[in-house]
């Protein structure tokens, strides 16, 4: 299987992190899971592949009315399960080779960003963790937008702070909703799954 690179032209690159830069996704699924279960709620991992991308408390909220959850159960309640959990197994997230060579390749040679629907603390985090810190000034997370993947906000964001116009941008994306976000931006976009064996 060939890793992924860049397409000729490429000006500049935006990456998603869970899933795409990162082998953070087994870690979520659990603590979504561990949250489920703590209030009466069950999902598999096919729920989660839908909503990748998305910022958790929309998650939290889908959770809430496809399981039908008692009105009681706050979007918050269910988050701070999941967080928890999430946190204390963040240390062990590994960078994903394939697609962390890119990074390396090009960096101090073109422009780069992350665009995520994660939380801003918990990216930083899995920046720290990971190593990849370093490599990227610009981070756009799901708290520095107003409109969520699939809609191009957080891209577009990243091409404005980046100086290079969206045509010239090539995306690195794991899931469908960014996918999509990449694609309405106008922008080059790459599914690193065709490249990534899935671990969850």
């Not at 603590?31 to 910022?55: M, N, Q, V, Y």
Request: with cysteine; charged share 25%.
């Amino acid at each position: 299987m060939m890793n992924p690179d860049i397409k000729p032209g490429v000006k500049g690159i935006i990456f998603d992190l869970d899933g795409t830069l990162v082998d953070s996704m087994p870690y979520h699924f659990a603590g979504w899971k561990k949250a489920c279960e703590k209030f009466g709620a069950d999902i598999d991992p096919s729920f989660l592949r839908l909503h990748t991308g998305s910022p958790g408390w929309i998650i939290a909220s889908e959770i809430i009315k496809t399981c039908k959850l008692d009105s009681s159960i706050t979007i918050d309640d269910i988050l701070k399960v999941k967080l928890e959990d999430f946190y204390s197994n963040q240390h062990l997230i590994k960078p994903i080779e394939p697609v962390v060579a890119i990074v390396k390749k090009y960096y101090g040679k073109l422009p780069m960003a992350i665009g995520t629907g994660g939380h801003r603390d918990a990216v930083e985090r899995t920046l720290e963790v990971t190593g990849l810190k370093k490599y990227f000034d610009i981070v756009i997370t799901a708290n520095d937008v107003q409109n969520h993947k699939p809609h191009p906000e957080t891209f577009l964001k990243c091409a404005e702070l980046m100086n290079v116009e969206p045509r010239f941008i090539q995306v690195f994306e794991d899931g469908d909703l960014g996918i999509e976000a990449a694609r309405r931006a106008g922008m080059i976009v790459t599914d690193v799954r065709e490249f990534i064996p899935a671990t969850w």
